[in-house]
């Protein structure tokens, strides 16, 4: 798997500027530890013209643009968005969100409060209040119906998104909350926390059902995954099975903590099976069939394959900027950072590609969703940025 060293950034809203002729945007080419080379693109007529050649510029679509730097032949593909919604919750930013097939979403930001809405057009339909301190996280259950948060009162709380009552607190954690998983359908969901563990509920009977592990350090973020490159797992005996567990075999759990250390945890046998120190806080994780990621706080993306009985690493070290979500998009690895940037890598393409989604203006864009159809961004500028995923596709495909 081959890695990229460098990146494009241009201004984030290029597209604007391109509208009318005359408009001009900047383009800069950056290797990381270097200083960028920079370029102004001007529209001139149905041509987008580099001021200095040290670009050439085609636009493939009406909404993406390829910027390729002449000198290192490096290129990449620009994507602005379809749409924003910037009053879901005025003045607050979006740090965590989610969406469903069924067209909802909800996010929260700093505050107590969440907020339900409809991802066509940004409308909130309810808010849910109730937690006695921030909310650092938001999940929809697979129906759609039902929402998972938690925060910094150390609380989860399941709310009905039809009436907005929360039918379920679950406590236990000892220190802030700040990820989930739902198993499954929803009967058992898993937390992350700062005081460093990972704990399974039931909703059904409202309560604490297993430690899964303690790492001994902040739990920054978690991601459960049914098949991965830790499979097959060994069959759980059946009398370790917890009263009110439902799903779990066969499930594995990653876990990113505040002192660099990454962990898989089989979530039936409860206990870990994989772990590194990453020697950076891991702030974000994505474990999938065949790959484990994990983006970190000094900019780098590990990723972890699995060959034969050997579990070997490559980085991703195209920007020092903090990693804050990794996710897999399209076939590719979406990467958010501090800086504003959200990237779709494609790793295995020769040479690897990648493709840029713009909107946010150096503002940290915290997490990133889809729905099948949209993509949608959260970011600390309070907008949600929608971009459709058929232009993604078509770029990347």
């Known amino acids: 798997m081959s890695s990229i060293t460098w990146s494009i950034l241009v201004q984030s809203n290029w597209k604007e500027c391109i509208a009318k002729d005359g408009g001009v945007f900047w383009v800069t080419y950056k290797e990381v530890g270097k200083a960028g080379d920079q370029d102004k693109i001007k529209k001139e007529g149905n041509e987008l013209v580099a001021k200095d050649d040290k670009f050439s510029v085609e636009m493939v679509s009406q909404d993406v643009i390829k910027l390729t730097h002449l000198k290192s032949n490096s290129f990449g593909f620009f994507l602005g968005p379809s749409d924003h919604f910037n009053n879901i919750q005025s003045g607050s ?53 039902v929402v998972l948060s938690g925060g910094a009162d150390m609380q989860l709380k399941i709310w009905s998104v039809e ?70 797992l060994q069959v759980p005996a059946k009398d370790s099975v917890e009263q009110g567990e439902v799903d779990t075999a066969g499930k594995v759990l990653a876990m990113g903590g505040e002192g660099g250390r990454l962990a898989v945890v089989d979530v039936a046998a409860k206990k870990v099976i994989f772990s590194d120190n990453l020697k950076s806080p891991v702030n974000s994780v994505s474990i999938t069939k065949h790959h484990l990621y994990a983006g970190c706080q000094d900019g780098q993306v590990h990723i972890f394959s699995q060959s034969g009985d050997q579990v070997s690493s490559t980085l991703l070290a195209c920007s020092a900027s ?13 990467v958010s950072r501090q800086d504003g940037s ?24 915290y997490q990133v969703v889809e729905d099948g159809t949209w993509l949608f961004t959260g970011c600390r500028d309070g907008v949600v940025r929608k971009y459709a995923v058929g232009s993604i596709r078509r770029v990347v495909v």
């Open 93 to 145: 930013q979006v740090s965590s969100l989610d969406v469903s097939s069924g067209g909802l979403g909800v996010l929260c930001g700093r505050s107590e409060k969440l907020s339900v809405w409809d991802s066509s057009t940004g409308t909130v339909r309810r808010e849910l209040e109730g937690h006695l301190g921030e909310v650092y996280t938001a999940k929809l259950f697979p129906s759609g119906l």
């Open 163 to 232: 009436t907005g009552d929360c039918a379920v607190t679950l406590k236990g954690h000892t220190r802030p909350i700040t990820d989930t998983a739902i198993v499954e359908k929803g009967k058992n969901v898993i937390s992350v926390s700062k005081d460093g563990t990972a704990c399974l509920w039931s909703c059904g009977e409202a309560r604490w059902v297993a430690e899964l592990a303690d790492i001994e350090q902040e739990v920054n973020c978690c991601s459960l995954a049914g098949q991965s490159m830790f499979h097959p």
């Open 322 to 334: 903090p990693v804050l979500s990794v996710r897999s998009v399209c076939g590719g690895l979406c």
């Open 342 to 365: 959200v990237t779709i890598h494609h790793l295995q393409q020769s040479p690897p590609s990648r493709l840029d989604l713009t909107g946010a203006d150096t503002e940290p864009v």
